[in-house]
């Protein structure tokens, strides 16, 4: 049995019910299936040729034992800072498999990026590119790069996680790489082997892959006609995942079609994050209040936005489930976190059997759960726990109020 499931009036991860979880460890916490992160890697690696590089987005989620088990899997991983590259190396991943993305990286980062010898470095900005070209120049080194497309598509997705479109602050427009190609060949630090792109997040359009791929052919074709040899071509990732009624794109038909299209004269490197960490999380809390006004029924849990912000920020739908049935009759609740914020909302109009104390399963947490989580109102921060099969690994212990205020103390 793989992943989340209801079994002996349950609800389990894998082997291991999710109560007993919360009875080791306490509530709220996050909890991964590492059956379900390998299943969905693969779905990956296994249609990619052995050229090709799927690069495991950094910022989805960033432990280091669940990198250690991507690397293991024979994943590179795409970085936006230093200290994500950071991460990466610290697991002994090997540098020729890290791509650094993100459009404001310090002289400090490049500097570092540039030191460790990565896959590639992406350019997002015509000064971007001179910054690179004299720290790899100051350092004689000369530094392979590629150039971000922003292609003006749109993603489909929520306009904070959509980043192709013409307005964004992401990538370089088609005119613009004509523009930065005529001085790049004149750069005796940079070595231009790549185009890459990044439409956004949460995508639910396969046909939006092969748009992107299109649009990155095309343009490396056009740089190819000023010298400049391409030879990798990077498509990002976002696909997305099903969290209420959305369309499940297949991985395995989108990769399958991307090869073909793609043909023998590019390498094929992807970037995914949530279609690989997202459904393999869930953020367990325990209900602490049952809170009854003239206009509706709350159920007040011990996590809260600042645990997982998605639901705040984004106005995201998770499916919110209760790990044992009570024999408690059903209603219809609006689920809440403690933060003094009435952002701080998990779920409205959720019909559950639950009582004080009932512990809840919030499905889909694995991706920018953990990542985006803070100490809003001085509250410490969630373990984690991977568990694969009948096995329970704690791989980040809970945050104490010692360790949150280390720093403040240190002054």
């Not at 400090?108 to 010898?117: G, T």
């Not at 993603?155 to 930065?180: D, Q, V």
């Not at 046909?207 to 992107?212: E, G, K, P, Q, Y």
Request: net charge neutral; charged share 25%.
């Amino acid at each position: 049995m793989k992943g989340f499931n209801k079994k002996n009036n349950g609800l389990y991860v894998d082997e291991v019910p999710l109560s007993k979880i919360a009875e080791d460890y306490g509530t709220p916490a996050y909890i991964y299936s590492g059956s379900v992160i390998k299943d969905n890697f693969n779905k990956y690696s296994s249609c990619l040729r052995q050229k090709d590089l799927v690069c495991y987005a950094v910022k989805a989620n960033p432990n280091i034992s669940i990198l250690k088990s991507l690397h293991e899997m024979g994943s590179g991983f795409d970085a936006v800072s230093a200290n994500e590259i950071r991460r990466a190396l610290l697991i002994d991943a090997d540098p020729k498999k890290i791509v650094f993305s993100g459009v404001a990286k310090s002289i400090e980062e490049l500097s570092f990026a540039i030191d460790s010898d990565i896959l590639s470095i992406n350019i997002e900005s015509y000064s971007e590119m001179i910054r690179i070209n004299e720290i790899a120049l100051a350092k004689n080194k000369k530094v392979n790069c590629s150039i971000r497309l922003n292609p003006n598509i749109s993603a489909k997705t929520h306009e904070y996680i959509s980043t192709g479109l013409k307005t964004s602050k992401f990538g370089i427009s088609e005119n613009e790489i004509k523009e930065i190609a005529k001085n790049i060949k004149q750069l005796k630090g940079i070595s231009l082997f790549g185009l890459s792109c990044h439409i956004g997040s949460q995508i639910n359009d396969a046909s939006l892959a092969i748009r992107v791929l299109e649009r990155l052919k095309d343009c490396a074709s056009k740089l190819k006609k000023l010298d400049l040899n391409i030879t990798h071509l990077n498509l990002g990732g976002g696909l997305g995942i099903r969290y209420k009624d959305e369309i499940e794109i297949s991985i395995e038909n989108t990769i399958n079609n991307l090869v073909k299209e793609i043909g023998k004269e590019y390498n094929l490197l992807l970037e995914p994050g949530r279609s690989i960490i997202g459904n393999a999380g869930v953020l367990l809390a325990r209900v602490e209040i049952i809170k009854e006004t003239d206009t509706s029924s709350f159920a007040l849990i011990d996590a809260g936005m600042n645990d997982f912000i998605r639901p705040a920020l984004y106005g995201a739908w998770h499916d919110i489930l209760e790990t044992e049935i009570l024999p408690v009759k059903s209603k219809k609740y609006i689920v809440v976190g403690p933060v003094c914020e009435s952002a701080d909302v998990f779920g409205h109009e959720r019909e559950l059997s639950i009582q004080e104390g009932s512990l809840l399963a919030i499905k889909g947490a694995g991706a920018y759960g953990i990542a985006m989580s803070s100490n809003y109102n001085s509250r410490t921060q969630p373990p984690e726990i991977i568990v694969n099969k009948s096995t329970v690994k704690l791989i980040r212990r809970r945050e104490s109020f010692e360790d949150m205020i280390k720093l403040e103390k240190e002054n």
